[in-house]
């Protein structure tokens, strides 16, 4: 990837007029390096974590996001990183009443594969939406893409509208993954 646009891996080179590079390539865990060991972290600077998404050495330090290196190597999605938040709220609470821990991502998705959910704004009519294989662009997406920011925004407000919105859309999309657009290797 430069400037001009990208070589593939077959060699086909795709080239573009402007370039935006919205993919990271090294987490932001340098402040975190004075206070942890370097065993915590891998080669490429990302937090090591176990399947309880705990921090490699300290089992009451858990982790979650973009930071992590989990052994799901799952994409650095939106999603993904809640689905996350989620089991380490779980796991929290469980470690604090001396209950077992749930695995990642098992103990939240019920299955070995978080779903692959993402929805992107390409521009104010016009937008991104993909579940698993299915994607659906254009004007439709975008629209989808406000709705879940709203809702997102109100729910954190407590708002009871967003907060219902996120448990039936949890639950639905969980649903939707297992029996109507399976994740990949499910």
């Known amino acids: 990837i430069d400037s001009k646009g990208c070589t593939l891996t077959s060699g086909r080179r795709l080239n573009a007029d402007l370039v935006y590079r919205c993919m990271g390539f090294k987490p932001c865990t340098d402040w975190?390096?004075?206070?942890l060991s370097a065993q915590n972290f891998d080669s490429r600077g990302f937090?090591?974590?176990?399947?309880?998404?705990?921090v490699f050495d300290l089992p009451k330090v858990f982790a979650m996001g973009?930071?992590?290196?989990?052994?799901?190597?799952?994409l650095k999605l939106g999603h993904t990183a809640e689905v996350n938040a989620h089991l380490v709220v779980a796991n929290v609470n469980r470690l604090e009443k001396g209950q077992p821990l749930l695995d990642y991502p098992q103990g939240?998705?019920?299955?070995?594969?978080?779903?692959?959910?993402?929805?992107?704004s390409l521009g104010k009519y016009n937008g991104s939406l993909?579940?698993?294989?299915?994607?659906?662009?254009?004007p439709l997406a975008a629209v989808i893409k406000w709705m879940l920011e709203?809702?997102?925004?109100?729910?954190?407000?407590e708002w009871p509208i967003g907060i219902l919105f996120w448990k039936f859309a949890d639950f639905a999309s969980l649903l939707i993954?297992?029996?109507?657009?399976k994740t990949p290797d499910a």
């Open 150 to 157: 709203w809702t997102k925004v109100v729910a954190c407000r």
């Open 130 to 138: 993909g579940f698993n294989y299915l994607v659906l662009n254009g």
């Open 66 to 74: 973009d930071c992590i290196a989990h052994s799901s190597n799952e």
């Open 177 to 181: 993954a297992r029996m109507l657009i």
């Open 47 to 54: 937090l090591r974590v176990n399947d309880h998404l705990q």
């Open 108 to 120: 939240v998705v019920h299955a070995r594969r978080t779903p692959l959910i993402y929805c992107i």
């Open 32 to 35: 975190l390096r004075s206070s």
